[in-house]
């Protein structure tokens, strides 16, 4: 399973396996990481905010880490706007953009 903004029940992602424990993986085939030596495999994908919304409640720690290769961008704009966001107590992201402006992805999912 991968969380991603929306539910789908198969998405192709792609792993890199350049070498023992890969670089990589990505939604987007075409992301660096994974470009030239990749095994596609079939994920389902879980929408970050009824995971949450299903499996915390107020009063729990919750900590997210979001390290996805530029698709943050995609997620956050959802998460900023949905009662979930309350849920998250810590917020851990890995900036994939570069520069100082909105860096969304092609929305591969």
């Known amino acids: ?62 900590v997210v880490k979001m390290d996805i290769e530029g698709a943050e961008w995609d997620i956050l704009p959802c998460l900023a706007q949905s009662p979930a966001a309350r849920l998250i107590d810590t917020l851990y992201l890995e900036n994939h953009c570069a520069g100082d402006h909105w860096c969304p992805t092609t929305g591969q999912a």
């Open 1 to 62: 399973v991968a969380v991603y903004m929306c539910d789908k029940e198969s998405e192709t992602f792609h792993l890199d396996v350049s070498g023992p424990g890969g670089w990589g993986s990505a939604l987007d085939g075409n992301h660096e990481a994974v470009r030239s030596t990749t095994a596609n495999v079939q994920v389902k994908l879980m929408n970050l905010m009824r995971l949450l919304t299903e499996n915390a409640q107020l009063g729990d720690t919750v």
